[in-house]
């Protein structure tokens, strides 16, 4: 069919559509030569509704067909009128039929360019795909994550196999503070680029939140990304220039397969962001493909995943709460219990936190879960403090839900709605939360400890954040890991790493709790430091509230 339109004619046609496809990215754009009835029509809107090519004959009669058939006589009508010169844009909205056979909301414009004779000589336009205003990222020009979205639906409906990595830069505060916040901006769309020629033809580059970016293919093997990746952060780390200035940006990346499409994108997209954060905290920013550090399959526990996302939405089911009793270190008598949520079901057993905690927390849903675990270890609380006057429960407290700006009176509605008081709650803060801004960390404490709620630090010492957080933050209790306990009685280091936060908490008027104790003479030997309680299998594993009368506790 091509050949009968010269190729002289079709380089005009396409320097004409190139034209003016540059003045409109978040457009799918068309011109057409009218005279031999033959036009090019934008990549995107081919595949996105399904057209038979960019070069067509006929393309007016091959568009009406994907209108729905009510508006079609509007759209004749309305173009007609462009033709006879009654009207001088074509412009309206009606409903286009995509790929997947779903109709979407357009915007349509057009216009006739004539020539010399007064004849109509080429008809111009673009399409506007409601759904998609607001996929493309200004700065860059890229498609932002709802485009992302879009096109990660689209490889769900098509079941393409494909492969998705999250790329991001650490340190990007540094060129902002030094040369700018607009060179900044330079760098962010000089990668983009970079990025873009990197996967020309072969994947989609997308901008996503900040500094990230992210690449879908359908074509490229893990070991080609791996390969290239390499190549990026090589790139970015040695020989890397904007504006002829020389700079060295380290680079962090997650990757995820996509071959199961049961599962939802947004868990295909927690287990992206949970392998970059494992890149940029534990693996010096090497490239991580997700998968679960207990040797499952990335497809098992992807599905694993998703089944414990959706149990989120079907009112937490499946989730429950064990309690395992904090003891005051010299008299052994019980201070508290702190809650720990797990999971279950028939297929999947019980599934340890560390398993789906710190992949779902990057999810805005867990906000939901995080309620359910708070609400319901107040509700159990009341039932035991009954028992156990005077009892602190301990509960934990993920990433999502402190970085909410209302998370502090969430917290006050729940204590009032269930009438727990709030000097027997201690929220224990884990050190991925203590990567948030330390200004809104000191607020919030200060907020808690106002209304008489105790603020624990978690894990303290495990992680990236410095000790020295102790200085800036206001707790009430410091909880020794027990990755410092486990050979406390013959490491050096490790005694002299309690020794050190022990002392350091008490400079700072807050008490310590030592996890992990687990037998006497580690007790015996703990009590050498400045502790205060502790906690551990010795006294008793996590059990369910109903197995708690079961632990042999000192009053
Ligand atoms: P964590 O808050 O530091 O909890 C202590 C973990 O150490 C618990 O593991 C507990 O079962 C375990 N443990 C306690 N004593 C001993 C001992 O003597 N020996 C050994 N080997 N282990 C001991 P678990 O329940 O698997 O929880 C792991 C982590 O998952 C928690 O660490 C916490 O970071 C997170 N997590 C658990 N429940 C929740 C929750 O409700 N919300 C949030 N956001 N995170 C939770
Ligand atoms: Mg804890
Ligand atoms: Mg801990």
Not at 79 to 92: K, N, Q, T, W
Not at 253 to 274: H, M, P, W
Not at 518 to 536: A, P, Y
Request: glycine share 8%.
């Amino acid at each position: 069919m091509d050949k009968q339109y010269s190729d002289i004619a079709k380089s005009r046609l396409d320097e004409l559509y190139k034209g003016v496809a540059m003045l409109a990215e978040s457009y799918y754009i068309y011109v057409c030569d009218i005279k031999n009835d033959y036009s090019r029509w934008s990549e995107r809107a081919v595949d996105y509704f399904g057209l038979p090519g960019k070069y067509m004959y006929k393309a007016g009669e091959i568009w009406a067909k994907h209108i729905l058939e009510e508006e079609r006589q509007m759209f004749e009508e309305n173009i007609a009128a462009v033709f006879s010169g009654r009207s001088e844009l074509h412009d309206m909205q009606y409903h286009a039929q995509r790929a997947d056979g779903t109709f979407v909301v357009c915007t349509c414009k057009g216009t006739l360019l004539r020539d010399g004779k007064g004849e109509p000589e080429f008809f111009i336009g673009s399409i506007r795909n409601n759904e998609a205003v607001g996929a493309v990222d200004v700065l860059t020009g890229l498609k932002n994550l709802y485009g992302f979205f879009e096109d990660l639906k689209a490889v769900f409906w098509q079941k393409k196999w494909s492969t998705i990595m999250l790329i991001g830069f650490s340190g990007f505060s540094d060129i902002n503070d030094v040369y700018g916040y607009s060179f900044g901006n330079r760098v962010l769309q000089s990668a983009a680029r970079y990025l873009e020629g990197v996967f020309a033809g072969r994947g989609t580059v997308y901008r996503m939140d900040g500094t990230k970016f992210c690449v879908l293919t359908c074509e490229m093997t893990l070991l080609e990304l791996e390969r290239i990746y390499q190549m990026i952060k090589a790139k970015h780390s040695h020989d890397f220039y904007v504006d002829g200035i020389h700079l060295t940006i380290s680079t962090n990346a997650g990757t995820v397969v996509v071959d199961n499409f049961n599962i939802s994108k947004e868990t295909v997209y927690s287990c992206l962001r949970y392998s970059y954060y494992q890149s940029k905290q534990q693996k010096l920013g090497e490239l991580v493909v997700f998968e679960d550090t207990l040797s499952d399959e990335n497809r098992q526990m992807v599905e694993k995943i998703n089944v414990i996302r959706n149990s989120i939405t079907q009112n937490c089911s499946g989730f429950y709460l064990c309690y395992q009793p904090i003891m005051d270190a010299k008299a052994e008598t019980l201070k508290g219990f702190e809650a720990l949520v797990r999971w279950r079901n028939e297929e999947y057993g019980a599934v340890p936190p560390m398993q789906f905690i710190p992949v779902l927390e990057q999810d805005s849903l867990f906000n939901e879960l995080g309620t359910w675990i708070l609400k319901t270890a107040m509700m159990d609380g009341l039932d035991l403090l009954k028992k156990y006057p005077g009892i602190i429960i301990n509960v934990n407290l993920s990433y999502t839900q402190i970085e909410k700006h209302d998370f502090v009176s969430e917290v006050l509605g729940l204590l009032k709605e269930t009438g727990f008081p709030p000097e027997n709650l201690c929220l224990e803060i884990t050190e991925r939360c203590r990567l948030l801004d330390t200004n809104m960390l000191r607020n919030m404490f200060a907020a808690f400890r106002s209304y008489g709620i105790k603020v624990a630090l978690d894990d303290f010492g495990t992680g990236f954040s410095s000790l020295g957080i102790l200085r800036e933050l206001p707790v009430d209790t410091v909880k020794i890991d027990r990755e410092f306990v486990k050979n406390i009685e013959n490491s050096a280091s490790d005694q002299n790493t309690v020794e050190f936060i022990s002392g350091l908490a008490n400079a700072f008027a807050a008490e310590v709790c030592v996890e992990g104790v687990e037998t006497e003479s580690m007790r015996d030997f703990l009590r050498g430091f400045l502790v205060n309680s502790f906690q551990g299998y010795l006294y008793s594993k996590p059990v369910t509230k109903a197995e708690i009368d079961t632990i042999k506790l000192k009053k």
